[in-house]
T-cell receptor
Framework: EPEVTQTPSHQVTQMGQEVILRCVPI?????FYWYRQILGQKVEFLVS????????KSEIFDDQFSVERPDGSNFTLKIRSTKLEDSAMYFC?????????????FGPGTRLLVL | AQSVAQPEDQVNVAEGNPLTVKCTYS??????LFWYVQYPNRGLQFLLK??????LVKGSYGFEAEFNKSQTSFHLKKPSALVSDSALYFC?????????????FGTGTRLTIIP
């Protein structure tokens, strides 16, 4: 069964450093998402992406964050200058279509620790 | 605005007994509702969803959920619990009428099945 994959599984970085989290969505999916889960808290929506454009973003997704689909398979989340409060599990998801009924399929997550 | 409440942080059930994990939602319009499960060190796995039609939805691993519009609830159920059902369960909602792409998650319920 096709799966969303994410790399790395864990990343430790120093405050102020840039990090890039990578995702490979399911191959025939066209809509891509990033969510995050701070330890002990809810899973929160960050951004959705379609046709090389951001289609929706939350208030969390400020200028420090960016997303890109650099090639036909990868989808990346970049944090330009990490803060301590960026420490969280970051989940990538993808869906075949855009409608509200579409199921989003999630990857295993990248655990980011900012020191 | 859309929101989800999972009133129980922890649910313990004896193996073989029926289980219920509760979820209530709030949307301005009409909801699409989802259940996901998270096993240790794994991503969010889709279990089932309610879109329209029959209020009782059947999903993976023998789980089902009942949509109740008057009570704004979408409780997850299983007739006979297995030890392997022990995991973290998340309810999520999307508001149909506002065209949101994002899923809004509850805080999660940790289900423990006692042998």
């Amino acid at each position: 069964e096709p799966e969303v994959t994410q790399t790395p599984s864990h990343q430790v970085t120093q405050m102020g450093q840039e990090v890039i989290l990578r995702c490979v969505p399911i191959s025939n999916h066209l809509y891509f998402y990033w969510y995050r889960q701070i330890l002990g808290q809810k899973v929160e929506f960050l951004v959705s992406f379609y046709n090389n454009e951001i289609s929706e973003k939350s208030e969390i997704f400020d200028d420090q964050f960016s997303v890109e689909r650099p090639d036909g398979s990868n989808f990346t989340l970049k944090i330009r200058s990490t803060k301590l409060e960026d420490s969280a599990m970051y989940f990538c998801a993808s869906s075949e279509g855009r409608g509200g009924a579409e199921t989003q399929y999630f990857g295993p997550g990248t655990r980011l620790l900012v020191l | 605005a859309q929101s989800v409440a999972q009133p129980e942080d922890q649910v313990n059930v004896a193996e073989g007994n029926p289980l219920t994990v509760k979820c209530t939602y709030s949307v301005s319009g009409n909801p699409y509702l989802f259940w996901y499960v998270q096993y240790p060190n794994r991503g969010l796995q889709f279990l089932l969803k309610y879109i329209t039609g029959d209020n009782l939805v059947k999903g993976s691993y023998g789980f089902e959920a009942e949509f109740n519009k008057s009570q704004t609830s979408f409780h997850l159920k299983k007739p006979s619990a297995l030890v392997s059902d022990s995991a973290l369960y998340f309810c999520a909602v999307r508001d149909i009428d506002f065209g949101n792409e994002k899923l809004t998650f509850g805080t999660g319920t940790r289900l423990t099945i006692i042998p």
